[in-house]
C-alpha cells in the first residue's frame, strides 16, 4: 500500500511552523468551546470537575508524548520538566517563561499571555477560575515527567497580580529512599 501524501509534505518550514500554530489555536478554541458548552448546560461548577477530570487524564498523555517524541527521559528532574513544558501546544501561542530559583532547586513558570482568558474577557465574560483545574493539569504533567516533583500554585486568575496570569512553582524531593 502506498503511503498518501498530504499538503503537510510538500511545506516550507516557515509554511509547518504556521500550520502548528494553527494547530495548538484549534486545540484550545476547542477546549474552550467544549468548557463553554459544559458551563452553559451544567453550570460552573460541574464544567469545571469535568474539566479537571478530563486534564487529569490529558496530563499524563501529553507529558507521555512529548518525553517520548523529544527523548526526554524519565525523572529528570526539573531541567526535564522545564524542557518538556515548553514543547507543549500552550508555548506556540502562550508567551510563557521560566525562572530558575534557590540555585536551581526550584523552577518557575509563568504564564505571561493566556488566550484562554483573552477569549473570556473579549466575550465579555468573567475570567475563568482555573487554580483548581490547573493545580490538576500542572501537578499531573509535573509528576509524569519526575514522580519527585512537586507543585505549588503561585497565583491564578482572577486572583492574579494585575496584568499577569498563571504562576506556578516547581520542586524536587528526594525519593523516598533516600
Same mark, same amino acid.
Request: neutral net charge; charged residues 25%; aromatic residues 10%.
Given at each position: ?16 511552523l ?8 484549534n ?5 474552550g468551546?467544549?468548557f ?5 448546560r ?12 478530563a ?14 517524541t ?8 526539573? %531541567?526535564a520538566?522545564?524542557?518538556?513544558? !515548553? @514543547?507543549?501546544?500552550? =508555548?506556540l501561542i502562550?508567551?510563557?517563561?521560566? &525562572?530558575?530559583?534557590?540555585?536551581g532547586t ?10 484562554? %482568558?483573552?477569549a473570556?474577557?473579549?466575550? !465579555? @465574560?468573567?475570567?475563568? =477560575? ?5 493545580i490538576? &493539569? ?38 523516598k529512599?533516600?
Amino acid at each position: 500500500m502506498q503511503e498518501s501524501k498530504t499538503p503537510f509534505h510538500s511545506m516550507t518550514r516557515e509554511e509547518l511552523l504556521r500550520a502548528l500554530e494553527m494547530f495548538a489555536k484549534n486545540w484550545l478554541a476547542h477546549d474552550g468551546c467544549w468548557f463553554l458548552a459544559a458551563e452553559e448546560r451544567l453550570g460552573m461548577e460541574t464544567a469545571i470537575q469535568l474539566d479537571a477530570a478530563a486534564w487529569r487524564r490529558f496530563a499524563v498523555t501529553e507529558a507521555n508524548r512529548i518525553m517520548t517524541t523529544f527523548g526526554i527521559p524519565v525523572s529528570g528532574g526539573l %531541567q526535564a520538566l522545564e524542557k518538556a513544558l !515548553g @514543547l507543549r501546544q500552550y =508555548s506556540l501561542i502562550n508567551a510563557q517563561r521560566f &525562572e530558575w530559583c534557590d540555585d536551581g532547586t526550584r523552577l518557575q513558570f509563568f504564564m505571561d499571555v493566556c488566550r484562554a %482568558q483573552q477569549a473570556r474577557r473579549h466575550k !465579555g @465574560l468573567p475570567d475563568f =477560575s482555573c487554580k483548581r483545574v490547573g493545580i490538576v &493539569e500542572f501537578e499531573t504533567f509535573a509528576r509524569t515527567v519526575d514522580p519527585r516533583i512537586q507543585t505549588r500554585c503561585l497565583h491564578c486568575p482572577p486572583n492574579a497580580p494585575d496584568g499577569m496570569y498563571c504562576g506556578w512553582e516547581f520542586t524536587t524531593s528526594p525519593d523516598k529512599g533516600e
